[in-house]
């Protein structure tokens, strides 16, 4: 079940202006970078309808797993999460929110990647 796609970030310049106009958040198993939106460089990729809601994208190193599938499935389980935790009352803030996992052998435990993950949300003050 993959992020629908008005929830995605994409585009260098996105993250670009993420890494320079970001707060982080961090934790033992991943990072948060949050940065206010800015829809105007969404448009490059003709995305104009964009309302000013929250959008996501989820980076996992080569570090974390060699495996794409592995890095995929821990993708998924985050993507997961955010679909089922986050509500359209909650989708209205206009964030964007960079994901990055760090390195270490924690990807085989679900349970402790998922509590870290809102451990973040909830510090970030994404959710409520």
Do not use: C
Not at 54 to 69: D, G, H, P
Not at 95 to 117: I, Q, S, T
């Amino acid at each position: 079940m993959a992020l629908p796609k008005d929830m995605r970030l994409k585009g260098h310049r996105t993250f670009n202006y993420i890494h320079k106009n970001s707060i982080k958040y961090h934790g033992k198993l991943m990072t948060f970078k949050v940065a206010r939106s800015n829809p105007k460089i969404l448009s490059s990729h003709k995305i104009r309808n964009t309302k000013n809601n929250l959008r996501v994208a989820i980076t996992i190193s080569k570090k974390v797993s060699k495996k794409a599938v592995d890095r995929n499935k821990l993708r998924r389980i985050l993507q997961e999460w955010l679909l089922i935790n986050i509500q359209k009352i909650n989708n209205h803030k206009p964030y964007w929110l960079l994901v990055n996992l760090k390195f270490g052998d924690f990807y085989n435990d679900k349970n402790k990647l998922l509590e870290e993950f809102q451990n973040l949300m909830f510090k970030s003050r994404l959710i409520k």
